[in-house]
């Protein structure tokens, strides 16, 4: 029967919810809740930045921020909510990345995770694994570096390490590297996690399983992370960072798979790529206009290739490498880059740090910041998109609908679905092999990318995906209505209903995900 009243809930009120702007009985919460004793603050003057996000489409404004000093903190002000009989609920705010509001909660409480610090590694003794326990709010950066001092690394990481550690953990967190050690969600030995009924609870695949699995790339529905458990491997000093131009798609996607099924000794690190959209000023060329995530281009080979291709294709890959194995490196990758199917002429050979190779996109957005590009709106869509389908979909979208780009990257790279639990909430489509494609374009005054525009193109994307039956499934999802995302989680939807009455039984956790409303 709950079972029952939630979905009816679910479908008939989740996407008002957000608009219900008066709640009189709010004013007693705010009253209980700024009696608590806090190790931190809560305030209901500082909560112009978590009204905002990266995309800077959404803006709903909070009633309250807590500024955490203690995991209590957290679990108090989760108590006091739970226990209230109001609409009040509660958005976790890492680094505040999200593109459509989804860590924002309208007259509700956004909580700071910032303010809650700590990262401690482990390197492990005596057979054990080396880990890190980082505190939800935390940076990956900061938490590479941190590891870095005593030799260690994180495996899986996102292309920006500007993000925190709960806010991928929400997702699933992907990069080049997941094709070898699966997403950032793969990669945790144990969560310490608040629930929306405000108990602290530590979770692990042997400890409260299910809990740890439901919060993994769910979304912020079942549980606050104040703790993540990360594991760590030796971490390399160098990095061999290639770059190669394909005119043919097939050969692109043939390469890239055929590059994620290699053995570790004779594979690469990190397998990503790219289209590179000519311009529509001037097509046919193929100018860093379209690549402003990028630091440095296309370069290294002989000019412009000549080919009747609408666009070109960009494979990544790189190789780590400790300094004693620099005389060695050349000889490794020789054999592995002469059997691609690239434009011989067109390939880019960098060496650069480790650290620099991660903090690759922090150097572009220092450069965006400078011209006020890095505020702009981005609406951005994330697909993943089943190896069968990927051709077509290519001949549609890269080469068709936006051949002349998105005013940002479009990135295309295989993932494998059996890097993948299946017990974690995180959806991807049913095939082993499936695209990450991503459409990052940021809007700007012009025409051409206004807004609307981009909407457009990205709403055109979907409308495509769904008139010719690709089985998509959205990353970071965005939909407007709850029967999306029932489509979305197709047959894990009523376990996922299940977590949530189990876990955070009156919605209060996560509203800007817009997927549940908030029970009294
Ligand atoms: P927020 O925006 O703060 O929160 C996101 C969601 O998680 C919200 O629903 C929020 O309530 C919830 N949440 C936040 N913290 C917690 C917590 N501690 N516990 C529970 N729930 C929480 N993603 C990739 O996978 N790969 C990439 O390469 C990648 N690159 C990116 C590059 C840029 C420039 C940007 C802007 C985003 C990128 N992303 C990438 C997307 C990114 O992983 C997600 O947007 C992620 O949610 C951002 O983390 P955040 O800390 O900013 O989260």
Redesign the pocket.
């Known amino acids: 029967l709950t079972f029952l009243l939630l979905l009816a809930n679910a479908l008939t009120g989740a996407l008002t919810m957000s608009d219900k702007r008066s709640c009189p009985s709010c004013t007693r919460d705010f009253i209980s809740l700024a009696a608590l004793k806090l190790d931190g603050k809560l305030s209901f003057s500082q909560i112009a930045d978590a009204s905002r996000?990266?995309g800077n489409i959404h803006h709903n404004s909070p009633a309250a921020v807590l500024y955490p000093g203690s995991v209590n903190d957290i679990a108090k002000v989760v108590r006091c909510v739970y226990a209230s009989s109001s609409n009040l609920t509660i958005?976790?705010?890492?680094?505040?990345?999200?593109?459509y509001g989804?860590?924002q909660a309208r007259d509700g409480i956004v909580i700071e995770?910032s303010t809650l610090k700590g990262i401690e590694v482990f390197p492990g003794a005596f057979g054990d694994a080396p880990y890190v326990d980082a505190r939800?709010?935390e940076l990956w950066i900061d938490v590479v570096k941190a590891t870095m001092e005593v030799g260690l690394t994180p495996r899986s990481f996102?292309?920006?390490l500007h993000?925190?550690?709960?806010?991928?953990?929400?997702?699933?967190?992907?990069?080049g590297q997941a094709f070898r050690y699966g997403?950032q969600i793969n990669n945790v030995f144990q969560l310490e996690v608040v629930t929306g009924k405000g108990e602290i609870v530590s979770c692990s695949p042997i400890q409260n399983a299910d809990l740890f699995f439901a919060?993994l790339g769910g979304?912020?529905q079942f549980?606050?992370?104040?703790k993540a458990r990360i594991i760590l491997e030796p971490s390399p000093q160098r990095v061999r960072w290639i770059r190669a131009l394909y005119s043919d798609f097939s050969k692109f996607t043939k390469d890239q798979e055929m590059l994620i099924s290699q053995p570790h000794s004779r594979s690469f690190d990190y397998v990503e790529g790219s289209v590179v959209a000519s311009t529509e000023e001037c097509p046919g060329s193929w100018k860093p206009k379209t690549f402003p995530?990028e630091s440095d281009n296309v370069t290294g080979g002989s000019g412009s290739p000549t080919t009747d291709s609408p666009v070109l294709y960009c494979l990544e890959v790189t190789k780590n490498y400790f300094e004693h194995e620099s005389s060695t490196i050349e000889e490794k990758i020789s054999p592995m880059l002469a059997s691609l199917g690239h434009i011989p002429s067109m390939v880019s050979v960098q060496d650069t740090p480790y650290l620099s190779f991660l903090e690759r996109?922090h150097e572009s957005?220092l450069k965006l910041r400078e011209k006020g590009l890095w505020s702009a709106p981005?609406p951005w869509l994330n697909l993943f998109i089943p190896k069968s389908q990927i051709i077509d979909f290519a001949a549609w979208a890269f080469e068709k609908h936006l051949r002349h780009g998105i005013n940002g990257p479009m990135l295309i790279y295989p993932l494998d679905r059996m890097k993948w639990d299946p017990r974690m909430s995180a959806i991807t489509p049913h095939e082993d092999i499936f695209y990450l494609v991503g459409f990052l374009g940021y809007a700007s005054p012009s025409v051409d990318h206004s807004l609307e525009r981009l909407h457009n193109k990205i709403s055109e994307t979907l409308k495509y995906c769904n008139r010719n039956r690709i089985s998509y499934k959205q990353?970071?999802p965005n939909y407007s209505s709850v029967g999306e995302w029932i489509l979305h989680f197709g047959e894990f939807w009523p376990g996922f209903v299940d977590r949530k009455l189990k876990y955070d039984p009156k919605a209060i956790l996560?509203p800007?995900?817009r997927i549940f409303s908030r029970f009294r």
Request: no cysteine; aromatic share 6%.
């Open positions: 996000d990266f958005a976790a705010k890492g680094a505040g990345h999200s593109i989804q860590a995770m939800g709010g996102t292309d920006y993000l925190s550690v709960g806010g991928t953990l929400s997702n699933a967190g992907v990069s997403p919060v979304l912020g549980g606050i992370i104040t995530l996109v957005e981005h990353y970071i996560s800007g995900q």
